[in-house]
Structure formats: C-alpha cells, structure tokens
C-alpha cells in the first residue's frame, strides 16, 4: 500500500527528471504534473478522510507544497467545498480545489469544468485576497481550451469581470450610458467600498455617471479655460500595453497550438514563441494614461460629494491637491494630456459641471428626494417616540426608587453594630429574676 513517504520519492524523481530536461528546452506541462500528484494521492487518501484541521497561510499552487498533515487536511475539505461550505481560513485549500475543477479531475467537458469553477467562485463570495487568483485561472483555462471563449465571455460579463460592450468606443462618440461601468473599470484609487456602492448616496453616484459625463462632456467642447484635449479624449487616452500572464498549473497550455486567443471587445491573448526557453502568453489590451484613470478617480469623488451634499450624508471632501501635484511623465503620458487635464480640474467650471449632472439625475429621479424625505420624517417620529419612551421609563425608575427609600425607611433593619450588648444583658437579667420571683410565689399573678 502507497504512504505519503512514497509521494515524497515520487515527486523528488519527477524533480530530477525535469531537471534534466530543460538543458534540452523541454518546457513541462504543469497542470498535467498537478495531475498526476493529485491521482496519486487520491490513492493514497479518500474524499473525507479524517485528521485534524491544519492551517494554510499562503498559496499552494501543487500538492507536493502541502505539510503531510496539510495534505490530509485538504482531503478531509473537499467534502465542505462540493456543499458550498467555505470558511474564510479555508481560501488557500480553496484555490487547490479550483484548480482541481480546471483541470478537469472532477469534470469530463471543459465546457462543465468552466460551469463548475464559476459555481465554486459564487459560493465561496470570493473576497480580495482570492479576486487576483481566480483571473489567472480563468486566463490559464482560457488558454488551454480557447474554444470555450464564448462561455467565458458570458459568465464573466454575468458576473460584472468583463463590461457587455465596448464602452471605450462609445465614449469616445459621445455615448456615456457604459459610463459607470467605465469609470469602475479604469479608475485608478478605487476602493472596494466604493466599488460596491452599498450606501445609498454610492449607489446614486454611480447612477448618475452618464449624466456628469454628459456635462463634463459640453465643458470640454467649449474649449474655456485652454484645456487642450477635450473631455472625451482626456477620459479614453492610453496606449496598447501588453502583459505578461501569471498562468496556474493547468494542462493543456504548454500544447497549446494556438497563437492567438481573442477574449472581450479590446483584448486579445498572444503567445511569445520562446527559443531556448518556455513559450509564454501575454494580453494584450488597451490601457489608460495614469493621468486619465486619476481624472475618472476625480471625477466619481466629486460626484459622490455632492450626492452626499443633497441627500444628507456624511460629507466627504472634494479636493485635487493629491492629483495636480503628480507630474505623470514616468509613465510615458502626453504632457498634452496632463496639461489638459490639470487645467480642467482647476477649473471652477469643472466642479460646477458635475453639480449640474448630479441635479440633473435627481430631477429625473423625483422619487429619490421623496423618499428622503419620507425617512427623515419618519426618523424624526421615531427619535420622539424614543425620547418619550425614555422619560416615561426615567419617570418611573425615579418613582420605584422613591418608593424603595421610604419602604427602607419604614423596615429598617437592625445591624449586629446598632444593638447595646449591655442593656440587652440587663433586660434579660431582671426578665429572669421576675421569672424566679413568679414561679417561687414571691410575687402574685393578680
């Protein structure tokens, strides 16, 4: 019978075999390496196999990483990961078993592989931390079985990783319904709360984007103030940009005959022919200038300002020191460009343009100040109703107080150190001697 102690031998010998391989350009398919060690370990350990919880606190990407008990660990998982049942101290065995489903060792079909890792991703809500990895695995899927593009394309988009349209053209021809998503996509600074738009004035600024674009838009035609670039190119200005794909352990990449993978409306996959090494893949997409994506960032905070302004959030600042003291030139942006943009933002017009984009959303929405004011009315009865509760129960404790005072008062209660030891004595001393005097006949009844 196999033990772990023969997996160790087994991986320590496909190590020295790869070793010697590569003098020869041999470029190893990993994902089927990632294979093999996780059939020879379903060998060696069943589907819930017991053993005591051992932590994992960074990414594994092969089992042969794992501790024998880690090992022992992710198997007794798989059981809790097939029910959706996922704790967040659990991500790291999460991504194995991603892994797993890509590399179809629990599906036939590439195309159920790919229904399968978008079911795990929704049932686990994926956080930050495990965001970056599903990307690459989704990248590393894509490019070991291309033909699945168009499933890609569709849950990706169902689940807002890849925007329906090409909002980039559109706004470059004046069209700015996409505008929301557009800034989320290329805003620089971003944070994730923001991003979920979960408070009511976030939630309101994000659908108010287009109508800020349109006006930010009419600013910028008028050429005031010598911006330059006009808004529209100032928000799509960038370059083609490639980068290089971190890809995961999937099998098939390596055999990969094809050269040039299309995925979305702007981004394309390209393999790099490699001589003397491995072939590598890379993206090849259309990227911001720094300055526009900090601009877009601009743009959402002093839309969500002033929505917090009308319905009476917590205000939030609108300040462009951070961004007009960069000089962008690192990153090979247009000084045209830059200079545009800082002569828009200084602009008082420009603040004046997104409030005027702002009101004009909540004109078109009426119901929203309505229902504004509907709550604060309604906070407002329900703050009286909780005062008058609370003077009504103060009013009473202060009664069940007075009450217990005077009770104390009438049925105090004598204390070891309030009675005189002496008189007591005494008492009981001349209450003997009359008893004695009673009882001897000395003193009569009558």
Known sequence: MKTLYDFRIYVEREKNKRRGAFFFNFAPDEGLLFQEEITFLREIIGRGAGGSYAALTKEVTFPHELSDEQIYCYFS???????????????????????????????????????????????????????????????????????????????????????????????RNGIFDGAAMYVKNNARLLKENELSGEKPFQTHAWNAMPDVFYELDALGQTGRGGYEVSFRQLVTAGKEE????????????????KDRIPIGDDMVYLKEKGYGRADRWYRQKWNLYDSSGDFL?????????????????????????????????????????????????????????IDRGVKAYLRAHPEIRENLEASQEEKK?????????????????????????????????LSKDKIDKERLAQAKKEMDHLSG??????????
């Open 242 to 257: 490639r980068m290089y794909l971190d890809l995961l352990p999937v099998k098939g990449i390596q055999a990969q005959r």
């Open 381 to 413: 009865r329900s703050q009286s109703r909780k005062r008058s509760e609370d003077s009504r129960r103060r009013r009473e404790e202060a009664k069940e107080l007075q009450k217990k005072q005077i009770y104390e008062m009438d049925h105090e209660q």
């Open 77 to 171: 998982l798989l059981p809790d990961f097939d029910s959706g049942e996922v704790e967040k101290r659990d991500l790291h065995y999460g991504k194995l078993s991603l892994l797993e489903i890509a590399n179809l060792l629990r599906h036939n079909d590439p195309s159920e592989a790919l229904k399968g890792m978008f079911r795990f991703r929704d049932e686990m809500h994926l956080s930050g931390d495990i965001r970056e990895f599903f990307s690459r695995l989704c990248d590393s899927f894509l490019v070991a079985w291309p033909d699945t593009a168009v499933e890609m394309k569709i849950y990706q988009r169902a689940r807002g990783l890849l925007p329906y349209r090409d909002p980039w053209e559109e706004i």
């Open 437 to 446: 005097m009673l009882h001897e006949g000395n003193l009569d009844y009558d």
């Open 297 to 353: 960032y601009l743009v959402y905070v002093y839309t969500e300002s002033f929505m917090r302004e009308y319905l009476r959030g917590p205000k939030r600042a609108r300040s462009a020191a951070r961004i007009l003291k960069k000089n962008y030139r690192r990153n090979d942006d247009l000084p045209r460009n830059i200079r545009g943009m800082k002569a828009m933002i200084q602009d008082e017009e420009f603040a004046l343009a």
